[in-house]
């Protein structure tokens, strides 16, 4: 009986023994470089929840023959898609690499985000394997705080990374007296895989994780607490892709206490805000006034005074007029 490809082969791999599986693989003579590498039937066997052992007597059959070297990326990513903890090992075992991206890009926990199978358990796994934090990206931090995943958020904040080659590269540095400029520590500190940078932005949209942490008070202030801890300056004045900046986004928020919180950080660290720059004929002032939020408009008015922001009140915009007075009389505020 020949076996043409994967699916004829998977039928009658169902509900067989491993000696039975074995049986099957000598008589027929099945060789895995004629059906894909077997990549189909070990994705199945895991989703399926087959035993270990078939699942790694079927890899061995793949690996055995002298082929080229197979890219087993997707499998392994698949492992830990479905939480298959043996077989993730047994592949990184066999020289595949965790930090691999898969054909769309992605990184392993970009991946697991995407289908919604990022867990602590797979993540801390991922964590322990890699060690730095490389794998968290903008997108990996963007989505989550997106998603308002707080307690992962919590767990990728508060694990502890190491950048053994950074560590080895300070050592040689310190035992041979070398003298660096602050300059030159600025530059090889920024390569420090051991801290999360987290003002780095997306590939597409160009978002950054303090954009999307303003949607949620307590992750904002994960955020706040992890840049504090490292000595990172969280970059309040940044724009996206689409000219978007924290303030602003804020100001679209409607939360008060976000206000409040950029305010004081950006006290804290000596930082001017911008309240006056417009995004499609909007500023901060204009929004705020839009939502009917008196609070957030005192709140607004008291740092521009405390800093002498001078807010453009008398803004006319194209074919709209003064919209900031027409929205104190649309929605009948009282500005104190």
């Known amino acids: 009986m020949k076996i043409n490809n994967e699916k004829e082969l998977i039928e009658i791999l169902q509900n067989k023994t491993l000696e039975e599986i074995k049986e099957i693989f000598l008589s027929h003579e099945i060789h895995s470089e004629k059906l894909n590498y077997f990549k189909e039937i070990i994705m199945y066997l895991i989703k399926e929840s087959f035993s270990y052992d078939i699942i790694k007597f079927i890899f061995h059959q793949q690996q055995k023959r002298h082929i080229p070297i197979i890219n087993n990326t997707e499998l392994l990513f698949y492992s830990l898609k479905f939480d298959n903890f043996k077989i993730a090992k047994l592949l990184l075992r066999n020289n595949v690499w965790i930090e691999n991206k898969n054909e769309n890009g992605d990184n392993i926990i970009e991946y697991l985000i995407e289908c919604d199978k990022l867990n602590s358990e797979n993540l801390l796994f991922i964590l322990k394997v890699v060690k730095n934090s490389s794998l968290i990206t903008a997108e990996v931090l963007c989505k989550i705080l997106e998603l308002k995943k707080y307690e992962l958020f919590r767990e990728i904040l508060n694990y502890k990374y190491y950048d053994i080659s950074f560590i080895i590269n300070m050592i040689i540095v310190h035992k041979k007296g070398i003298s660096i400029s602050n300059i ?83 006290n804290e660290n000596k930082i001017v805000l911008d309240l006056l720059s417009l995004v499609e004929e909007k500023t901060p002032l204009s929004v705020i006034v839009n939502r009917g939020k008196i609070e957030m408009l005192k709140a607004l008015i008291k740092y521009a005074n405390e800093h002498n922001i001078l807010l453009d009140v008398n803004r006319y915009y194209w074919c709209k007029g003064n919209i900031v007075f027409s929205y104190i009389i649309y929605r009948v505020l009282v500005i104190i």
Request: no cysteine; glycine share 2%.
């Open 184 to 266: 030159a520590f600025n530059k090889l500190h920024s390569t420090n895989k051991g801290i999360i940078d987290v003002n780095q932005v997306t590939k597409i949209k160009k978002y950054f994780p303090l954009i999307n942490a303003l949607k949620n008070k307590d992750m904002l202030l994960l955020l706040i607490n992890y840049a504090k801890n490292n000595h990172i300056l969280l970059d309040m004045n940044k724009k996206t892709k689409y000219d978007v900046y924290p303030l602003l986004q804020a100001a679209y928020n409607f939360e008060v206490e976000i206000i409040n919180i950029l305010f004081n950080y950006a």
